[in-house]
């Protein structure tokens, strides 16, 4: 987007991402029996990857910043309806961080080239992103402020590896979905005549 200021198009679609990933926070609260050792599944990681997809690295990075922030002053749509400054000290809160720059690295490798394999390669990179920092952030956590006897880097990445699976396939599938809408619709929308 060349534009320097958001348009009442973008702040709509921004605001439709952020309403998705609070909804995907919370899929396991509606849907009880998506959790793994009482850890719920969330589609927040898809719905970040298609906020990069869809919307381009701007938009998407401001419509992951907004749900951050509101999530941050109270606004109950973290995972479990949690919401607050509380959130930073919990181990998963690496996580939410990493839907932000997720959604700028996947934005951006997707503008370089729209083809389904870019669409893919960008989702992937999300994955990285979004378990190497919120991996290495449960790890300190566990380790330096929640307290315990403290966790290994190696059974960190072990508890992980169930949703690390799912939000691989999904991403995978987060890349062909938004290919899909780029071809079918997305070409003759605002968003990318903007660009």
Do not use: C, H
Not at 54 to 61: A, E, P, Q, T, V
Not at 114 to 143: E, H, Q, S
């Amino acid at each position: 987007m060349s534009q320097s200021r958001l348009s009442a198009y973008d702040i709509t679609l921004g605001s439709l991402f952020v309403a998705l990933m609070a909804v995907g926070a919370n899929i396991a609260s509606i849907v009880p029996f998506l959790a793994i050792a009482g850890v719920p599944l969330t589609l927040q990681t898809f719905f970040a990857i298609l906020a990069g997809l869809i919307l381009g690295s701007r938009l998407g990075f401001f419509s992951m910043l907004v749900y951050t922030g509101l999530g941050l002053v109270g606004a109950p749509i973290f995972a479990k309806f949690q919401g607050g400054l509380s959130a930073v000290v919990s181990p998963t809160f690496g996580f939410i961080l990493s839907f932000i720059l997720l959604a700028f690295i996947a934005g951006k490798i997707a503008e370089s080239n729209r083809k389904l394999p870019t669409y893919i390669a960008a989702a992937l990179v999300g994955i990285v992103i979004n378990y190497g920092l919120g991996v290495n952030w449960f790890y300190a956590a566990m380790n330096f402020w929640v307290g315990g006897e403290g966790m290994g880097y190696g059974v960190s990445w072990s508890l992980m590896l169930p949703f690390l699976i799912k939000d691989t396939a999904l991403a995978v599938l987060a890349g062909m979905f938004a290919y899909r809408l780029e071809k079918s619709v997305l070409y003759r929308t605002q968003l990318r005549k903007a660009a």
